[in-house]
């Protein structure tokens, strides 16, 4: 039986040049290296130029996947842009992106999940594809969380970072077997009841402001571990195959505990996990296409691997997509 998959044919990143140390925070806020290593992984976090947009930085991305994918802009059928610090409340990034690439032809928007967004990004993606709508789509991370942190609270202005990533979808065919190229699931989750959890204190419609992000953390790390877990085991029972099979997992970049908590849970050797966020530090719903692109591009990520990718946010959100390459 042949069925329409949808295939990753390019991947790109982008990280802004300015990095910024864990020792540059501790002069800030009082933090240290050592607590911000022991308790997240992180060493460092890339943060945008005054004038460098989340569109911007989305640009970078979108340019470098499709140049992997050997596509120009004209053969894109639409913009899918995940991102929760849009340049402007409105018009959507994602439409200056298409402006920007010279697209004059198909559809852009932003979607927004936190840091899920990636992943809700990659299943609309998916299902646009499949369903014949669209043939190639661009979907997109990019976050400037620098310009939503309190820099005078140390327990979440240590924690995040700037960055995009972005993947070229193409449609595909398959035999309808876990053996074929493309998204062979995707799961998507929320629960608005944990909003209070992870959030911004102000917005357009609440405060006529972008608000700071406020975080419990501790009890963002409680349920992360667990759903995650969750969701990546459904998208396993989906397709019938068992974590032994999975090649790559490639996780939202927030944590290395939860990193290595959730792999641990399912009885995933760590050395199977691609992380990032120690260099990268939490870039929000640009953390698994960044992640992704490394590994990529450094060869341990290969066609025909079968990965898992994951993600958890505000909201909550969760959700996970294995594809194959
Ligand atoms: O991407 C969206 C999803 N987000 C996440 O997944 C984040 C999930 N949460 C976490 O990653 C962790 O909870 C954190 C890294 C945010 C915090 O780690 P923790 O081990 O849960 O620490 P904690 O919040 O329980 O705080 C322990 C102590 C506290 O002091 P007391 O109350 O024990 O005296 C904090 O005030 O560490 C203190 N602390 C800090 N100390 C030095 C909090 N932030 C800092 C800091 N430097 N930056």
Redesign the pocket.
Known sequence: MSVRRSVIAGTGGYLPERVVTNEELARRV???DE??VA??GIRQRHVAAKDELTSDLALHAAEAALVAAGRRAGEIDGILLATTTPDLTFPASATRVQAELGMTRGFAFDLQAV?SGFIFALAQADALIRSGMSERLLVIGAETFSRILDWED??TC??FGDGAGAVVLEAGEGAGTPADRGVLSARLHSDGRQAEL?KTDGGPSSTGTVGKVR?L??E??RH?VTNLATVMEETLADVGVSTDEIDWVIP?Q??RR?LDGTARKLGIDPGRVIVTVDRHA?T?AASVPLALDVAVRDGRVAPGNLLLLEA???GFTWGACLVRM
Do not use: P
Request: aromatic share 8%.
């Open positions: 009082d933090t240290s607590w911000i308790r997240t840091c140390r327990t240590v924690l992870l975080m953390g501790r963002v790390f992360a939202h927030a944590n939860i939490n929000s958890m946010g505000g």
